[in-house]
């Protein structure tokens, strides 16, 4: 079965420093997303990506944050200037075709710890 | 962000027997509903989800209910396996935002005891 997959599994990264999270979406999807789950919270919605921009974007996901498909195959999410408060799973998710009622499949994650 | 909550942290019952987890949510502009299942180290699978022109939807052992008038979904697994146990979310979307950002509730942790 088809899958999202991301990369790194794990990022450590020093405060104040750039990172840069991958993901291959699912190759017949067109709709993009990220999300992340601080530890013991809820997972949270960052963005969502279709046709090479963003169609909705959270509070969270401010000039700290963008978003990319650099090639055919790659969605990326790039945090610059790190926080300690970034320090989360972040999850990337594709759906589609249609993207109405579609459900969204999910990678296994990236774990960011900023020290 | 309350919009949607799961009241119950933990479910404990016995292999063969029903699991039913609960989930509400507030946002009357919700309009399709999803289950997915969480294992450890690994992300959110997707199980069963269903738009809120139906009342049930039916997969294998799973079923999920709607009642639109209470605001409150649930989740079915019959008969409950030890591969069951896992963390459960209820998410959910709506036809006003158009990137179609899913809403999470915070999960809750089902265990199936052999």
């Known amino acids: 079965e088809p899958e999202v997959t991301q990369t790194p599994s794990h990022q450590v990264t020093q405060m104040g420093q750039e990172v840069i999270l991958r993901c291959v979406p699912i190759?017949?999807?067109?709709?993009f997303y990220w999300y992340r789950q601080i530890l013991g919270q809820k997972v949270e919605f960052l963005v969502s990506?279709?046709?090479?921009?963003?169609?909705?974007k959270s509070e969270i996901f401010d000039d700290q944050f963008s978003v990319e498909r650099p090639d055919g195959s790659n969605f990326t999410l790039k945090i610059r200037s790190t926080k300690l408060e970034d320090s989360a799973m972040y999850f990337c998710?594709?759906?589609?075709?249609?993207?109405?009622?579609?459900?969204?499949?999910f990678g296994d994650g990236t774990r960011l710890s900023i020290l | 962000d309350q919009q949607v909550k799961q009241n119950s942290p933990s479910l404990s019952v016995q292999e063969g027997r029903i699991s039913i987890l609960n989930c509400d949510y507030t946002n009357s502009m919700f309009d399709y509903f999803l289950w997915y299942k969480k294992y450890p180290a690994e992300g959110p699978t997707f199980l069963i989800s269903i738009s809120s022109i139906k009342d049930k939807n039916e997969d294998g052992r799973f079923t999920v209910f709607l009642n639109k008038s209470a605001k409150h979904l649930s989740l079915h697994i019959v008969p409950s396996q030890p591969g069951d146990s896992a963390v459960y979310f209820c998410a959910a979307s709506s036809w006003e935002t158009s990137g179609s950002r899913l809403t999470f509730g915070e999960g809750t942790q089902l265990t199936v005891n052999p």
């Open positions: 998710a594709s759906s589609g075709p249609s993207g109405v009622n579609q459900p969204q499949h």
């Open positions: 190759s017949n999807h067109l709709y």
């Open positions: 990506f279709y046709n090479n921009e963003i169609s909705e």
